[in-house]
Structures are given as structure tokens and as C-alpha cells.
């Protein structure tokens, strides 16, 4: 059964940093390129990052680029995805998701004074 279980949301406040992971299982990890989208209050869900199945090529959105960064560590069957200079409009639930097509339950990110 594929598992993919987020972790490292919370609130901070802009500027501040934050390190989500997503912990995969039941599928071989290593064959799949990884993706981080997120979801606003009252918005459609948007691709955030995204990683091949090596971890060599990365896409971010304009929103995000040269702020966040996407990695993984294939032999720990995760996916992270850094973000820094948060700001509040970050503020979001975000969900990691395989290529194989499956979704994680998503984890809050709040971005507040």
C-alpha cells in the first residue's frame, strides 16, 4: 500500500524558514519523480517543486523559485522541500505526491506575525 506521510508545517513568521519531509512507502521510491503542490483557502491546488527520480533535475514555480528548494534522499525514501523567506501568501496546506499517483494527506503552513 503506498504511504506518503508529511511532516514539518507550522506557523513562523515571514521571513522565517521551514523544512517539510515526506516519508514514501510501498513502492520503490527511487523509480519515481517527486512533487510538492499546495493548496490556499479558496484557491485551486498548484504545483509547488517538483524532482526527477535521481534527484538531479528540479522545477519550482515562479512564486517559489529562488526560495524554496526541493530534494530527496532515495536511500531514506524522502522528499524535502525547503522553504525559505516565507511570506504570509505561502501560507497553505501542501501535499507531496509520486508520479505513480498517489497523494499525501497534506500538512498546514501558516506564515504570520
Known amino acids: 500500500q503506498v504511504q506518503l506521510v508529511e511532516s514539518g508545517g507550522g506557523l513562523v513568521q515571514p521571513g522565517g524558514s521551514l523544512r517539510l519531509s515526506c516519508a514514501a512507502s510501498g513502492f520503490t521510491f527511487s523509480n519515481y519523480a517527486m512533487k510538492w503542490y499546495r493548496q490556499a483557502p479558496g484557491k485551486e491546488r498548484e504545483l509547488v517543486a517538483a524532482i526527477d527520480f535521481r534527484g538531479g533535475v528540479t522545477n519550482y514555480s515562479d512564486s517559489v523559485e529562488g526560495r524554496f528548494t526541493i530534494s530527496r534522499d532515495n536511500a531514506k525514501n524522502t522528499v524535502y522541500l525547503q522553504m525559505n523567506s516565507l511570506k504570509p501568501e505561502d501560507t497553505a496546506v501542501y501535499y507531496c505526491?509520486?508520479?505513480?499517483?498517489?497523494w499525501g494527506r497534506g500538512i498546514q503552513v501558516t506564515v504570520s506575525s
Open positions: 505526491y509520486t508520479t505513480r499517483g498517489s
